[in-house]
């Protein structure tokens, strides 16, 4: 008979589960992630300016012998011990990282030298690494000066296999020559590129002035180096600004100049853009605002680009100005940018701090001090030992007899020649591995000037580790040389931004940026606008024959153009500001107009205006208090608009009105009107404003500018009606008014 299966239990749970609340195990798990991040792939170390990954791939190429006189190998070779022994990430990545540092456009110093196709300034990609062969340059030498010196730490590598080193000699300041990019978790940071020779000043400067300046410091090395060149266009204060907090800004253009053609014509032609930009997409966007008509002062833009940088852009006119020319299209697209400043960067202890420009380049100073000790220190461990052995090999020629017998006769002879010449054992070795042709008379002489030169040098480095003084001073000769080798006679070393002041404010005209076209706005009481071509507000068949969703009516319809800023007041008393041209097309109904401005949903649009240079406005709250605001204060640069009129929690904005006559007049909820002097109403930038009229059981309904021998209009159906005769209703400021005329609207509106 079978015996009945045995039922299944479920496998007992492992042993190594913690119970732990699900907050706090993401909050560790996404701690431990934050810290890789920032402290292993995104911020540079301040001392040598690296990133982890570059540092592994200087390193694997060295260990590969690519050595700037020595043949270039394939990229995969360096791609597969960069991944194989120090960085277990993806070869793509790595490649990438590597045709950074190989690409002259990207950095001002290239730590590698390329052959083949390694991208370039258009934004084409580099050929894959199967194809493209490379090597070390001379600058990456200098990084790597002094690592088999014991010049830095070393780590085990993820696998524990081989060791790495923590931060590279650098015997170049390269964080500040090549600049860094990277963005960590909830911190980035942006360095641009330097110039070396200005920076060898400023460090030397520093040594003999520890506690100098920014501005001295800034006049050394006066603002970014970009490999790209362009023209660096900011106030000396705010580059000193920048540089003394560690953070800001550079606005950065394209370099141009006018070339002048027959018949008086002319053509821009741009011989640098700014950094990073790629010039194809530069020129494709340039296309894009020309078709789409944002450029009206350009009539074309070519690309005749070779091994250097020319875009020729073609204006309309003749009669136009370059500058304007230029400056309109400096405003459209990224022939002007502005480059960050973020120095968010690893200290020596790998805590990440913003340093200003003295940190920085004192951090710097400090690292070569300590290579400098160690490099020392190693290198008189390395004489001394080196001595002691020619010592013994001194006594063995001396006793050179006595020496062969022990050798032969002996059976251990290490020992006794030891003990019969008072050797150490690293002596004792030395001899008995001594080749007999190392024997004669001149290897004695060339052993004694050997001994006589490393004594020397022993007495050297014994005093430079004494003197602190002394150190400097060798680090200043490093400065020196390194500036004579990156000079600005140099090609490599030579200046290629130039620095200008900030530019003044040219005044550019809005045709210069907008095509002036004719336009009708429509914008429907629920708040839908739109832009039709042409003039047709007067047109009544035209005006007639527009469209509005169904429930929805006309609530604004007035001629614009293009050019033109449309200013909305709201019943949150604000004024709100869009142009002309962002309108939507007067295909279907258009936008809602709250997707385009900041409005919420409870509050009212209560009337549309069209920008004019001296209009004045009248402002006014539902309790009767208001003022008068000029139209330059109303402009607002953001979606969110600009507050003018102040509001309480029992107010709103209720009307506002263009500021045209001599006296105001104000119709209350309780049908009161009041006429009184314009000059009672104050003009203020933002505020309550004062009391127009007072109610006892109302609010305010309407408010009008007009003159008074004009009389006073107002709209009654299709009709309009003039009063002429309104002497019983004008008063002063703040008084209760009497009660409208006959016929006035029932709506408590003068239109």
Same mark, same amino acid.
Not at 49 to 59: E, I, T, W
Not at 123 to 135: H, I, L
Not at 593 to 607: W, Y
């Given at each position: 008979m079978t015996k009945p299966a045995a039922p299944l239990l479920p496998p007992d749970p492992p042993q190594d589960i913690l119970d732990k609340p699900l907050r706090e195990a993401l909050s560790e798990r996404y701690l431990s992630y934050a810290l890789s991040t920032i402290m292993h792939r995104a911020l540079p170390d301040v001392r040598d300016?690296?990133?982890?990954?570059?540092?592994?791939?200087?390193?694997?190429?060295r260990g590969l012998k690519l050595e700037p006189h020595l043949p270039p190998k394939k990229s995969a070779r360096v791609v597969g011990d960069v991944i194989g022994k120090f960085h277990p990430h993806g070869d793509t990545a790595v490649y990438d990282a590597m045709v950074r540092l190989a690409q002259d456009f990207s950095?001002? #110093?290239?730590? &590698?030298?390329?052959?083949?196709? @390694?991208? /370039?300034?258009?934004?084409? !990609?580099?050929?894959?690494?199967?194809?493209?062969?490379?090597?070390?340059?001379?600058?990456?030498?200098?990084?790597?000066?002094? *690592?088999?010196?014991?010049?830095?730490?070393?780590?085990?590598?993820?696998?524990?296999?081989?060791?790495?080193?923590?931060?590279?000699?650098?015997?170049?300041? =390269?964080?500040?020559? =090549?600049?860094? !990019?990277?963005?960590?978790?909830?911190?980035?940071?942006?360095?641009?590129?330097? /110039?070396? $020779?200005?920076?060898?000043?400023?460090?030397r400067y520093l040594i003999t002035t520890p506690n100098a300046g920014i501005e001295k410091l800034v006049s050394l090395m006066p603002g970014p180096d970009f490999p790209t060149g362009g023209e660096l266009v900011e106030s000396r204060a705010a580059i000193v600004e920048a540089y003394r907090t560690g953070k800001g800004a550079f606005r950065l253009r394209a370099k141009w100049h006018k070339e002048e053609l027959r018949q008086g014509m002319w053509q821009i032609i741009v011989t640098e853009i700014p950094y990073q930009v790629q010039k194809s997409r530069l020129i494709e966007k340039m296309a894009e605002l020309l078709q789409a008509k944002k450029l009206p002062l350009l009539d074309d833009v070519n690309d005749e680009s070779a091994d250097d940088v020319r875009v020729v852009l073609t204006p309309k006119s003749r009669a136009v100005d370059p500058s304007v020319l230029m400056e309109s299209v400096f405003r459209a697209c990224d022939l002007d940018v502005r480059i960050s400043l973020n120095m968010n960067i690893l200290?020596?202890?790998?805590?990440?701090? &913003?340093?200003?420009?003295?940190?920085?380049?004192?951090?710097?100073?400090?690292?070569?001090?300590?290579?400098?000790?160690?490099?020392?220190? #190693?290198?008189?461990?390395?004489?001394?030992?080196?001595?002691?052995? %020619?010592s013994g090999y001194l006594i063995a020629y001396l006793n050179l007899d006595e020496v062969i017998r022990i050798?032969?006769?002996?059976?251990?002879?290490?020992?006794?020649?030891?003990?019969?010449?008072?050797?150490?054992?690293?002596?004792?070795?030395?001899?008995? =591995?001594?080749?007999?042709?190392?024997?004669?008379?001149?290897?004695?002489?060339? *052993?004694?000037?050997?001994? +006589?030169?490393?004594?020397?040098?022993?007495?050297?480095?014994?005093?430079?580790?004494?003197?602190?003084?002394?150190?400097?001073? &060798?680090?200043?000769a490093e400065l020196v040389e390194l500036k004579k080798t990156f000079g600005k006679n140099t090609k490599l070393g030579a200046r290629r931004t130039l620095l200008s002041d900030a530019p003044s404010e040219l005044m550019v005209p809005i045709e210069a940026v907008i095509e002036r076209e =004719?336009? +009708?706005?429509?914008?429907?009481?629920?708040?839908?606008?739109?832009?039709?071509?042409?003039?047709?507000?007067?047109?009544?068949?035209?005006?007639?024959?527009?469209? #509005?969703?169904?429930?929805?009516?006309?609530?604004?319809? @007035? /001629? $614009?153009?293009?050019?033109?800023?449309?200013?909305?007041?709201a019943s949150n008393g604000r004024f709100y500001t869009l142009s002309g041209d962002k309108l939507p097309p007067g295909r279907g109904?258009?936008?809602?107009?709250? %997707?385009?401005?900041? %409005?919420?949903?409870?509050?009212?649009? %209560?009337?549309?205006?069209?920008?004019?240079?001296?209009?004045?406005? *009248?402002?006014?709250a539902s309790d009767g208090r208001g003022f008068i605001v000029k139209v330059e204060d109303v402009l607002a640069q953001t979606k969110s608009g600009k507050q003018i009129l102040n509001l309480d929690d029992k107010t709103k904005a209720a009307t506002f009105a263009p500021a045209l006559g001599d006296h105001i007049a104000v119709i209350g909820s309780n049908r009161k009107l009041l006429i009184f002097p314009t000059s009672e109403l104050p003009e203020m930038g933002r505020g309550r404003g004062v009391i127009l009229q007072k109610y006892s059981g109302g609010e305010l309904a309407d408010v009008k500018s007009f003159n008074l021998k004009d009389g006073l209009t107002w709209r009654s159906g299709e009709r309009t009606r003039t009063e002429t005769d309104i002497r019983a209703w004008i008063g002063a400021r703040a008084q209760a008014g009497k009660l409208a005329p006959n016929g006035f609207n029932r709506s408590n509106k003068f239109t």
């Open positions: 300016g690296m990133k982890p990954v570059h540092r592994r791939l200087l390193f694997a190429m950095q001002r #110093y290239p730590l &590698v030298e390329g052959q083949g196709n @390694f991208g /370039n300034i258009d934004g084409d !990609n580099p050929a894959a690494m199967r194809y493209t062969e490379a090597r070390l340059t001379e600058v990456a030498q200098l990084l790597l000066e002094g *690592i088999d010196e014991d010049a830095v730490d070393f780590r085990p590598t993820y696998d524990g296999s081989e060791t790495e080193p923590v931060v590279l000699p650098a015997a170049f300041p =390269n964080l500040l020559a =090549n600049g860094t !990019n990277g963005i960590a978790v909830g911190m980035a940071t942006s360095i641009p590129p330097h /110039n070396v $020779a200005e920076m060898c000043d400023a460090l200290d020596k202890d790998g805590v990440p701090r &913003v340093m200003d420009l003295r940190a920085v380049l004192k951090a710097y100073l400090d690292h070569r001090q300590d290579v400098l000790i160690r490099c020392s220190t #190693y290198q008189l461990a390395q004489i001394e030992a080196r001595l002691e052995v %020619l050798i032969r006769t002996e059976d251990e002879p290490k020992p006794v020649l030891m003990k019969t010449f008072a050797l150490s054992d690293t002596q004792a070795e030395a001899i008995l =591995n001594m080749r007999l042709r190392a024997l004669r008379k001149l290897e004695e002489m060339q *052993i004694r000037t050997e001994q +006589t030169g490393l004594a020397a040098k022993q007495v050297g480095l014994k005093k430079l580790l004494a003197s602190e003084e002394a150190r400097w001073q &060798v680090i200043d =004719n336009i +009708t706005i429509v914008c429907s009481a629920k708040g839908w606008i739109r832009a039709l071509k042409g003039h047709s507000a007067e047109d009544g068949g035209a005006r007639a024959a527009i469209k #509005y969703k169904e429930g929805d009516e006309e609530a604004y319809v @007035f /001629n $614009a153009e293009t050019t033109d800023k449309i200013l909305i007041f109904f258009g936008e809602p107009l709250r %997707l385009m401005i900041d %409005l919420p949903g409870e509050v009212e649009i %209560l009337g549309i205006e069209i920008y004019r240079p001296e209009m004045k406005f *009248i402002v006014a």
